[in-house]
């Protein structure tokens, strides 16, 4: 689509700083529909733009649950209006909106190669990483996740993982799949695509 070849064309146009293996960083604006999620507290995750006709974004549960002060999207107050905890997913609005992302109408594939951006460990700076679909159903804490190599940190939470073909979003970015008590890991683990629609198809029929 034009969006996700803007998308791809804008990322690739900076002057980028090597963060961890295929992950860089640049400052500036990336893309107007993915921003910093921050509360009072000085919590940073990611959000990105779904609706921005309707002000709808999409973050990780775990980046709002709990928290009572103001959410930010940038300058832009935040309200939570629907989550799903089992899914760690979670739906904000803006009065607001923001030039927003697509959603895939497909799950991807083993082997597929994937892109995601956020802003991590509340630096303020973007990252961006380049990847690849490890698997598809991965079994974590009871449920099916996707399974990536590609090199993410804390505060990437909420992030969206697009094709790197087309720039369509396939899944949320939620935890990093850790061996050690780093930062940051090459492998990712975001919730399915199917879960993904399913939830917001739902909300969306309310």
Request: glycine letters at 10%; a negative charge; one cysteine or more.
């Amino acid at each position: 689509s034009p969006m996700a070849r803007w998308f791809l064309t804008s990322l690739l146009s900076f002057s980028l700083v090597s963060v961890a293996p295929a992950a860089s960083s640049a400052h500036g604006s990336l893309h107007p529909g993915i921003q910093s999620l921050i509360d009072a507290s000085g919590g940073s995750c990611t959000t990105f733009s779904i609706n921005e006709e309707k002000g709808y974004w999409v973050t990780a549960f775990h980046c709002v649950q709990g928290v009572e002060q103001t959410l930010r999207i940038g300058a832009k107050v935040a309200d939570v209006v629907e989550t799903w905890p089992a899914d760690d997913l979670a739906l904000l609005h803006t009065a607001v909106g923001a030039l927003s992302l697509s959603l895939s109408d497909r799950a991807p594939q083993y082997g597929e190669k994937l892109i995601a951006a956020g802003l991590p460990l509340g630096q303020g700076e973007w990252v961006w990483s380049e990847g690849f679909v490890m698997g598809i159903d991965w079994p974590t804490r009871g449920r099916q996740m996707l399974m990536a190599f590609l090199p993410l940190c804390h505060g990437h939470s909420g992030s969206p993982i697009g094709l790197q073909e087309t720039g369509e979003v396939v899944s949320v970015y939620q935890q990093l799949f850790l061996l050690n008590d780093e930062a940051c890991s090459a492998i990712s683990l975001g919730v399915s695509w199917e879960r993904l629609q399913t939830d917001l198809s739902a909300y969306w029929a309310k």
